[in-house]
C-alpha cells in the first residue's frame, strides 16, 4: 500500500506546539531582557563568514572582536563563497561558532543559511533535478527524500537555516525564474513545498535545517491578482508551509503590491502583506528575512535609515546580506522613526527562532565532528529517480524508445553541463555571480552524450558533432531588479563558452550517414534565471533553423528541449518524430535522458506548467481556460505504454458538509507492454457559477506504477474544505464551503478525463476563518 498524501490538516501542527509555546516565550523574554541594546541590533544582522578568517584560513579573532563583538544574527551564503572542502566549511563554522558563544555577552550562536533548491549551493554537492522539474513527477515522496538527504548533510557543516524553497505560483510562461518554482498550480506547488519542508525540517528544527518559503507574494505572478486569487491560490504554498508542515522563516519578494492604504509598496516593506495577512491572519510567528539588497531598494525614502524603518515597522525582521540599512536602527530608534514595539518584534522572532532550532540548549547540534562525504551514493540515485521522473515525453511517432543501430547526437545541449544544472547549483551559482568558468564540474555531471554511449548496446553507434551554439551572440537581456549584486555589466553582457567547435556542416554530413537525429536544443545558465532573460521565447539563437536543417536530411528528428522554462516550439514540434521536455535534469540528467531514449525506463512525468504555443507574457492558467493559448495542457505527458481507468465508485454521492470529507475510489490498469507510472489526477469542477469556486481545479493525484496488465485501485478522501472559497465580506475574511452539486473529474491531464460523478454536499454553508484540510489523502491499493 503506497499513501501519497501529506497529513492534511493544520490543527495537528497547533496541537503539536501549543503546549510548548508558553515556556519557549518566556525563555524568549528572558534572553532579550539580559541582552543589551547593541547585541539585539546584532541578531537582527547578517555578514559573510569570510571576512573573520585571514589568507591562512584560520580566525581571526582581532576581526572577531572588531565585527562581532556583540555577536551576529546570521551568516549569508556561508557554503558558497569560495569553491571549499566540506569538511574545511564545517570547520571554519565551529570555530565562528566556539567564538560567539566563548566571547560574547550571551553567547548566542548564529544562523547559519545557505541556498538548497537543488541540493547544498557548495562544491562537491549532489546536483538534483531543478524544481519545476521535480514538478512534473508528482512525486512528494522523492521530494520529501531529496531535502532530507540535503538537510542531512547541510546540518553537519555547520548549516541551521536554509533560503528555500521558492513557491511562487508562476501563471506566467515567460517568467524568467519559473525553474526554481513548482509550475502554476497552486495544490501542487502547495504539495510539493510541505514535502519540500517536511523533508528538509525532518520534523524538529534541532536537528534538521529549516525551510524559507519565499517569495512572499506573488513575485512569479499573481501578486496584482484580485484578492480572491491571491488568498486562494497564490498564497495557499506559503500558507500550507506554515500550517501544516511548521515552516518558520519566510522571504518577502523584490516586487511591489498594494498595501493597506491602497499604495504600491515593496513586499520587504508592506505591512498589509506581512502583519495584516501573515501574522494576524495565518498567525506566522516564525522569522521574516528580507531578500539580499531588498530593503536598500525600497522607493522614495531619503536615506538607508529612513529605509530600515520602513522595513522594520512593517514587518521585516531581518537585513540580508550584510545588515547594510539595519545598522541604522539605533538612529532610527533615536529619532523615533523606527517603532520600539517593532524593533522588540523582530529580535524576538529570531531568538524564538534561534531557541526553537537548539541553538542554546545545553548540547546544541551546531556541526559534525565526523568526516563528510558529499554526493553519496544514495544521494546520487535520489538524483537519478528525481530526473527519470522529470522528464516530460510530448510528442511520439513511434520512433521512441530507440532501436536504431546509428545515432547522431548534435545541439548545443548534447555535450554540456549547462544542459543539466539549474540556476542555484554550486555550477550556475559560481559562473553567475562568481565569474568563474573553470572547475565546475563538481560532482560531476553526466551529459546525454555520456549518457548515451554508457547507456547504448553493443550494436548501436553514436556520432557526435556540435552543429551549432546556443547563440551567435549575447542574447541575455539586462534586468535592474532582484538582487542588486547582478546590476553591473561585467556580470551580464557575456555567453557561455562551450569549449567545443560548432560544426555545422560536420554535422548535417553525418545526419546523411544516421538513422535517427537526436538534437539537444534550449537555454543555459546565461539565458534564464535570476537577474537575466532574453528576448523572445522561440529556441535561442539560430537552433530553430538548425533543427529545420535537420529535419531537411529526412532523418526522424528527436528533439530534446533542455531550459528552465516552456520554450515556444509551434511550428517545429509537428515535424519533429518525438519532442521532449527535459527542463534542467541535474547531475545524473545524462543517464536518466538516455534510459527514457532507449526505452530502459518509461517517461511518466505530467507537465506542471501550460505549454504555450506562441509567445505569452501575461498571465495564462489552466484552471481559466479562457486565456489559454497551449500547444500541451497542464497535467499531459505521454508514456510507452497506455492506461486504462475504470470504476469510479463514490461511497455516498449525497452527504452533510458537517462530515467533513467525501471518499471514492477508481481503477488504473496498464494495457500495455512495459512496466510504468501513470500519474492519475483528480479535478474538481462547479456545476453553477453561484458556486464561486474554479471551472477546473486540481484537487489530488497519484503516482501509479504498473506492471503490463496489472490493475491498482486509487483510494480517495477528498475534504470539503477543498470545495470553499475565500470571502472577505467588510474587511472579515473567510473560507466558505456551499451546499449544491459539484462534479469530481479523473483523468490524465486537466483536459483529458476519463472518468467523473456529480456528488452532492447537503445541509447550511459552512464559514470559517481559514481552511483546516489543504490536501486530499490519496492511497494507491
Known sequence: MKLFAMMCTAALLAGCTASTSTDLEQRVDELYDRMSQEERIAQLRSMYMDELFDDD???????????????????SQFCMQKPRDPNDIR???????????????????????EEVLSGINTRGATIYPQQIGQAC????????????????????????????????????????????????????????GVAFVKGLQQGDLKKGVGACSKHYLGYGGGGDAD????????????????????????????????DAQGDTMNCV???????????????FDGMVVSDYTAIEQLPGFESPMEQAAAAINAGNDVDFPFGANYQYLQEGLDKGLVKPEAFERAVKDVLRYKLRAGLMDENPYLYSTENIILDTPDERQTAYQIATQSVVLLENNGILPLSNKKILLTGPNANSMWAMC???????????????????????????????????????????SRGCDWTEEIETDFIKGGDARAWEYEILHRKVDSGEKADKAEALKMAGEADVIIAAVGENVMLCGENRDRKGLRLPGSQEKYVEELIATGKPVVLVVFGGRAQVISGLAEKC?????????????????????????????????????????????????????????????????????????????????????????????????????????????????SQNIRPVQLQGFARVSLQPGETKTV???????????????????????????????????????????????????????????????????
Open 57 to 75: 584560513g584560520q580566525l581571526d579573532t582581532v576581526k572577531c572582536r572588531e565585527l562581532i563583538l556583540n555577536g551576529i544574527g546570521h551568516f
Open 715 to 781: 483510494s480517495v478522501k477528498l475534504y470539503f474544505d477543498q470545495f470553499g472559497f475565500y470571502q472577505n465580506d467588510g474587511g472579515q475574511r473567510s473560507w466558505n464551503v456551499l451546499p449544491g452539486t459539484y462534479l469530481i473529474k479523473v483523468g490524465a491531464s486537466s483536459v483529458d478525463f476519463r472518468l467523473q460523478q456529480q456528488i452532492t454536499l447537503t445541509g447550511k454553508p459552512v464559514s470559517k476563518p481559514l481552511r483546516e484540510n489543504y490536501f486530499s489523502e490519496v492511497t494507491v491499493l
Open 269 to 283: 516593506a508592506n505591512g498589509k502583506i506581512l502583519q495584516d495577512i501573515l501574522r494576524n491572519y495565518l498567525g
Open 422 to 464: 539549474g540556476d542555484y547549483s554550486f555550477p550556475a551559482m559560481s559562473y553567475f555571480w562568481k565569474k568563474v568558468e573553470e572547475d565546475l564540474d563538481h560532482p560531476h555531471i553526466i551529459t546525454l552524450l555520456e549518457g548515451m554511449k554508457a547507456k547504448k548496446a553493443d550494436n548501436v553507434n553514436i556520432l557526435y
Open 577 to 689: 518524430a518525438a519532442v521532449i521536455q527535459a527542463w534542467y535534469p541535474g547531475e545524473e540528467g545524462g543517464n536518466a535522458v538516455a534510459d527514457i531514449l532507449y526505452g530502459h525506463v518509461s517517461p511518466s512525468a505530467k507537465l506542471a506548467v501550460s505549454y504555450p504555443n506562441k509567445e505569452v507574457y501575461e498571465p495564462m492558467c489552466y484552471n481559466n481556460p479562457s486565456l489559454l493559448s497551449i500547444q500541451w495542457p497542464f497535467g499531459y505527458g505521454m508514456s510507452y505504454t497506455s492506461f486504462e481507468y475504470s470504476n469510479l465508485q463514490i461511497a455516498n454521492s449525497e452527504q452533510s458538509i458537517e462530515t467533513g470529507s467525501i471518499a471514492l475510489t477508481f481503477d488504473v490498469k496498464n494495457t500495455g507492454k512495459m512496466a510504468a507510472d501513470e500519474i492519475a489526477q483528480i479535478y474538481l469542477s462547479p456545476t453553477e457559477d
Open 137 to 192: 513527477s508528482f512525486n512528494t515522496q522523492l521530494a520529501e527524500l531529496k531535502t532530507q538527504q540535503t538537510a542531512t548533510a547541510l546540518r553537519k557543516m555547520g548549516g541551521v537555516l536554509s533560503l528555500s524553497p521558492m513557491v511562487d505560483v508562476c501563471h506566467t510562461p515567460s517568467f524568467n525564474r519559473l525553474e526554481e518554482s513548482y509550475g502554476e498550480d497552486s495544490y501542487l506547488s502547495a504539495s510539493m
Open 91 to 113: 570547520n571554519r563554522a565551529s570555530a565562528v561558532q566556539k567564538w560567539l558563544i566563548e566571547n560574547t555577552p550571551n553567547g548566542i550562536p548564529a544562523l547559519m543559511h
Open 227 to 258: 484578492e480572491k486569487e491571491l488568498m486562494e491560490e497564490i498564497l495557499m504554498p506559503h500558507e500550507a508551509m506554515i500550517r501544516v508542515a511548521g515552516s518558520r522563516a519566510l522571504m518577502p519578494g523584490y516586487h511591489a503590491m498594494l
